[in-house]
DNA sequence: CATTGGCACTCCCCGAAGTGGAGTGCCAGA
DNA sequence: TCTGGCACTCCACTTCGGGGAGTGCCAATG
């Protein structure tokens, strides 16, 4: 079946260029992998393929080059599933097992990610949307300065300052707080902040004062909708950039700059919070006409795979069996880690 | 004086050549430069000039370019400390003013730095040991499993979990807290630690069980001798890299191999947290051999500047006393930001 | 003795020209 | 439908030479 065979040129073209990085010709294709045709019919297929829109020559008289079209269908259907190897999984254990708290899981998802890949790692911290609440903490730091904690199902603690109008008694301080933590504990965030919201308006006749209560339910209610904070991203792995050697002011300069903006980055990474696979976005497909000549390799993490991303993102020309199984195999134990502690 | 003009040939040619970056002639300063000499005698001060090892020539009959020692005089006696600009005031107190807690301060300083300076910026978490402990919290999540939060008075938070082996009243949790806090609380980390050892061996005839006691205290204990934590560093500006341009290889690659590095990192800001004054380091004068081209523009932060340390690193060739009265200027505004909170 | 103009010299940079080779497209034959 | 052969294309690399910026040195000058 000539269809069959030409699928098999294809693959054989994105597995020989990502190893090489050498646009792959017809005589040298038949000789690495043992296709049993001569160089002509090959140069056939690849006429055929390039006109199809899978393959690219640098100039006439070139070797062939995978267009990003041609990576997609390699990704979809040429590629077979690299299972984890033993090492893989042994590094990943041996990175992550030592974590002493969500920081630190974070912190080290991105460098066992950017070890394994050799790319730009990136992880997205628990969203707060997505966590409940389970603990808020009201210390009086002065009679009239309060500092408050909340506490996150996720690990996530986040501190306000209140100043408050008047002086607020150690009697009053308990009050207050074991009614917050009454509404607010075990809530999902959007119900704590409800319930809390609630909690305000009821307080106009209640125990302790008034706008003691109105001030630390308006911050705490603040800080749970503060999706700035959702924001944060961790990247690592820049390093591996040095990889790039050449096209530095094709590639590496816009995606340096994209490392930066934490926006474009939950962008790139937002897609893929969803169906727990592994998703892919190759070179043009995305938004930002500047990462043309990368892609984002990338999947949700949590329960449901959807409190938050985690993924690579490296040239269009890289290894995309190897770095999806190594995407999905810490997404997995981040996944894993969280949900015991 | 000749000594004088030679001292202003220097200071001329380091400025041209951090200007311009190209090797800069002795007919081409004359003209910038409104030195009433003739080429022909700028061309013997340059002559001298490298005999003494402070400029060199890329290759005979080039111009010339400083040599680190060259750097060093012009920052240790030719430059005069350029004044921070309203505009870069302003830039500092609309970039940091907003900052809702310790984490943001820290973000948004390497942000702001490396915007001022076109370099990447470094700033380091406060140190551990220089803090006091404001609070420490106790949280039952489930009878036999607690969560301590450790509240430092630099604004950092520390969370650790604690599996206890029997089950814990919460008349016995009120009490263990409230122990905890007599002893810690307002102490330097290093009084609170041995406050607390103190604490669990007296526990053992006290009122709540021992052992959880005794488990508690060393994990607090250990969460504030955890000098790991204190290696955290916040780097930004990566993306100013790009401006490299050439020299890829000999500055880009190994700076951002030490940019992954937070050893390193905290190694190349270590000196600096002393004397409140901004410390320079150029070129090889520092450990690393690979940094050979790289120079590291750094100063203390905090109470005595001694909290923690924050600065620049880029190519020897740049503009020094820009540099240094931006990482000035942002010390100096952080410190007072971290001594208002 | 510092300063200056003059002059020969050095060495890089840059574009032009030439060559070798890998790879292609196409065609005619099996 | 596949294959060998062949002419052709175009890049990568090297070589060569001119132009120019800049130097070092020297003899003259105040």
Redesign the pocket.
């Known amino acids: 079946m000539?269809e069959e065979?030409r699928l098999a040129v294809l693959r054989a073209i994105v597995e020989d260029y990502v190893a090489t990085d050498e646009?792959?010709?017809?005589?040298?294709l038949v000789e690495r992998h043992h296709l049993?045709?001569?160089?002509?019919?090959i140069?056939?297929d690849?006429?055929a393929l390039?006109d199809e829109g899978y393959l690219t020559?640098?100039?006439?008289?070139?070797?062939?080059v995978p267009t990003d079209k041609g990576y997609r269908l390699f990704v979809d259907r040429l590629s077979t599933v690299k299972p984890t190897t033993a090492a893989e999984r042994r590094a990943i254990s041996s990175f992550l097992d030592g974590a002493v708290d969500l920081d630190d899981v974070i912190h080290r998802s991105v460098r066992v990610l950017a070890q394994l890949t050799r790319q730009v790692a990136v992880v997205q911290y628990p969203t707060l949307s997505r966590s409940t609440v389970r603990h808020v903490e009201v210390v009086a730091l002065t009679p009239t300065r309060l500092l408050l904690v909340l506490i996150l199902s996720t690990g996530r603690v986040e501190q306000r300052h209140v100043e408050l109008e008047a002086e607020l008694g150690e009697a009053d301080l308990a009050a207050l707080r074991s009614r917050v933590n009454l509404a607010a504990t075990g809530e999902m965030i959007a119900d704590a902040a409800a319930a809390l919201d609630a909690l305000a308006r009821a307080a106009d006749g209640g125990p302790e004062p008034a706008s003691a209560t109105r001030l630390v339910v308006e911050t705490l209610v603040e800080a749970m909708s503060d999706h700035r904070s959702d924001e944060r991203v961790v990247v690592g792995g820049t390093a591996n950039l040095a990889r790039f050697g050449d096209s530095f002011d094709t590639s590496i300069r816009p995606l340096l700059e994209a490392l930066e903006e934490q926006v474009v980055l939950l962008k790139l990474l937002g897609e893929a919070t969803s169906g727990g696979a592994v998703t892919v976005r190759i070179g043009a497909e995305g938004p930002y006409e500047e990462l043309a000549a990368t892609s984002v390799v990338a999947t949700g993490y949590g329960p449901d795979d959807a409190l938050a991303a985690l993924g690579i993102v490296g040239p269009t020309r890289m290894d995309y069996p190897g770095t999806m199984a190594a995407v999905r195999a810490v997404a997995r134990y981040v996944s894993r880690i969280l949900d015991e502690s």
């Open positions: 000539q065979r646009p792959v010709g017809s005589k040298a049993n045709v001569s160089p002509a019919t140069r056939n690849m006429a390039e020559q640098p100039h006439t008289s070139a070797g062939r």
